[in-house]
């Protein structure tokens, strides 16, 4: 059971290392489009696949998202990454930012909403 906690305290550390990483100027490009990719999907409240769906419904969240934090680490310098991951841990102690989980989920239901006007129209003229 510890394992699992030092696991997921490991993944949420690494996950804000990657906010960081995606909004610094001395990350690699290609590192940083991957980066926020990353952390969109993982904060994201729509999945891949599903939870409803048993046992694949949480596959995305168990293998998708680490692999994801695993293959952006080492793309990232070690040095910089290293220096992400000392200030997450500093961000950790800080209280949360509801602004930000508001903003996200503001953002995914404005952009649900012109997909379904615009799949709305579509089949409305087709």
Request: aromatic share 10%; glycine share 4%.
């Amino acid at each position: 059971m510890q394992f699992a906690r030092s696991w997921a305290r490991a993944l949420k550390r690494d996950l804000t290392a990657l906010y960081l990483a995606g909004r610094d100027g001395r990350t690699p490009w290609f590192a940083k489009l991957l980066a926020v990719i990353v952390v969109a999907y993982a904060l994201s409240p729509i999945d891949l696949i599903p939870d409803f769906i048993p046992v694949i419904g949480y596959l995305d969240d168990l293998l998708l998202v680490p692999l994801g934090i695993l293959l952006t680490i080492r793309l990232i310098p070690a040095d910089l990454m290293a220096e992400f991951r000392r200030r997450a841990e500093a961000m950790s102690r800080l209280p949360a930012n509801r602004t930000a989980a508001a903003a996200i989920v503001v953002i995914w239901v404005a952009a649900a909403a012109i997909v379904g006007v615009w799949l709305w129209r579509f089949l409305e003229t087709g």
